[in-house]
T-cell receptor, first 113, second 113 residues
Framework: DTEVTQTPKHLVMGMTNKKSLKCEQH?????MYWYKQKAKKPPELMFV???????INESVPSRFSPECPNSSLLNLHLHALQPEDSALYLC????????????FGQGTRLTVV | AQSVSQHNHHVILSEAASLELGCNYS??????LFWYVQYPGQHLQLLLK??????LVKGIKGFEAEFIKSKFSFNLRKPSVQWSDTAEYFC???????????FGKGTRLHILP
């Protein structure tokens, strides 16, 4: 199984809503990532979890809150988002250490209205 | 901190033309290098990777890339492109023992049938 599965595929939410994005992998990877990708732009790193601990936070606003309940799951909790947060949110996983190669999920296309 | 620059933002070629996309990285230490492809409406897929060893690496779909350490470069090549190669191509770098994977701005490749 070389898949990273993200749910939902699409999400529309209001600025006062609370929602969560989910990501799952069963490759035994110990590093998991959240990236944000706007149209015609490269993926921008948001968070990295290594061995279930938050290792990198790229100065992401607190309205985005990541969570890693176990080594296979990664969540991104969303609260009080702005329309400019509309984007494709990508989850990825990799082995941690020297041979980091990220496998990406299909993404969740988020629209904030 | 590591960074990546891609020289060509938009490339238009005819089928059967040869392709070379430039990628330069900035980092003083040992790196892992990647090329990812994103077909329209699809998720990121790994084309090829360089960790160590032979600096000429072959990937999927006839792509190859050459790591030139002295030039901090990792250019992507394909001898004869096909219409189905129309996609966005991202170069990415990861510093060894750092879980961060940073993407270049991407090159949009359009192949004319």
């Amino acid at each position: 199984d070389t898949e990273v599965t993200q749910t939902p595929k699409h999400l529309v939410m209001g600025m006062t809503n609370k929602k969560s994005l989910k990501c799952e992998q069963h490759m035994g990877h110990r590093a998991m990532y959240w990236y944000k990708q706007k149209a015609k732009k490269p993926p921008e790193l948001m968070f990295v979890y290594s061995y279930e601990k938050l290792s990198i936070n790229e100065s992401v606003p607190s309205r985005f809150s990541p969570e890693c309940p176990n080594s296979s799951l990664l969540n991104l909790h969303l609260h009080a988002l702005q329309p400019e947060d509309s984007a494709l949110y990508l989850c990825a996983s990799s082995h941690s250490g020297d041979l980091t190669e990220a496998f990406f999920g299909q993404g969740t296309r988020l629209t904030v209205v | 901190a590591q960074s990546v620059s891609q020289h060509n933002h938009h490339v238009i070629l005819s089928e059967a033309a040869s392709l070379e996309l430039g990628c330069n990285y900035s980092y003083g230490g040992t790196v892992n290098l990647f090329w990812y492809v994103q077909y329209p409406g699809q998720h990121l897929q790994l084309l090829l990777k360089y960790f160590s060893g032979d600096p000429l690496v072959k990937g999927i779909k006839g792509f190859e890339a050459e790591f030139i350490k002295s030039k901090f470069s990792f250019n992507l090549r394909k001898p004869s492109v096909q219409w189905s190669d129309t996609a966005e191509y991202f170069c990415a770098v990861n510093a060894r023992r750092d879980d961060k994977i940073i993407f270049g701005k991407g090159t949009r490749l359009h192949i004319l049938p």
